[in-house]
């Protein structure tokens, strides 16, 4: 660059390095481990910054509400079914076009787990006692699996078992459902 004046006459040639850099408007798309949870289970989200500059700030959002979170991942395990997760960054790009950008919203499909309720009949030594489940929750159809705290196992809704000498047992069924969900 050189400038010229009536009394000065010519100046000494300056050179500037100019960095000419795009306006762009930052964008944040947000990923899920997995939609579609059982009660209780953890959800494990993930930003992903465009044209964000080097370290944008982050603010996670569930139904619209601060949850606190502020880095580029995010979990919970205490969603309730159809909860939207959203993410909101700054950007500190020099030229951003606008500060900050939203991410399309997560709707969480919280699966209700299955509980169970049991009997049993002929609890005496030298017969086959009878156990059963009763579910309720969850989507059928269930798995069972009992732990007759002797060693003894058994699949089924109904289930017996033999047990080799008086005493105390503890029993125990877990009942798993269509979703995986566990009770």
Do not use: H, K, M, W
């Given at each position: 660059l050189q400038t010229t004046s009536i009394c000065c006459g010519k100046s000494k040639i300056d050179t500037f390095i100019i960095d000419i850099v795009p306006v762009l408007d930052p964008s944040v798309y947000v990923s899920v481990d997995n939609a579609s949870i059982c009660e209780g289970t953890t959800a494990n989200f993930g930003a992903t910054p465009i044209n964000a500059g080097a370290s944008p700030t982050y603010e996670w959002f569930v139904n619209g509400l601060s949850t606190g979170a502020s880095g580029n991942s995010f979990n919970s395990n205490t969603f309730n079914d159809g909860d939207a997760v959203i993410c909101t960054i700054t950007?500190?790009?020099?030229?951003?076009?606008?500060?900050?950008?939203?991410?399309?919203?997560?709707?969480?499909?919280?699966?209700?787990?299955?509980?169970?309720?049991?009997?049993?009949?002929?609890?005496?030594?030298?017969?086959?006692?009878?156990?059963e489940a009763i579910p309720s929750n969850g989507t059928p159809p269930y798995t069972y699996e009992w732990d007759m705290g002797d060693g003894g196992s058994d699949t089924g809704a109904i289930a017996l078992h033999y047990y080799g000498g008086t005493g105390s047992y503890d029993v125990l069924v877990t009942i798993t459902d269509s979703n995986g969900c566990i009770g």
């Open positions: 950007s500190d790009y020099i030229c951003a076009g606008q500060p900050t950008a939203t991410s399309p919203p997560i709707t969480i499909n919280v699966n209700q787990n299955p509980s169970v309720s049991c009997s049993a009949t002929r609890l005496y030594l030298g017969a086959f006692t009878e156990f």
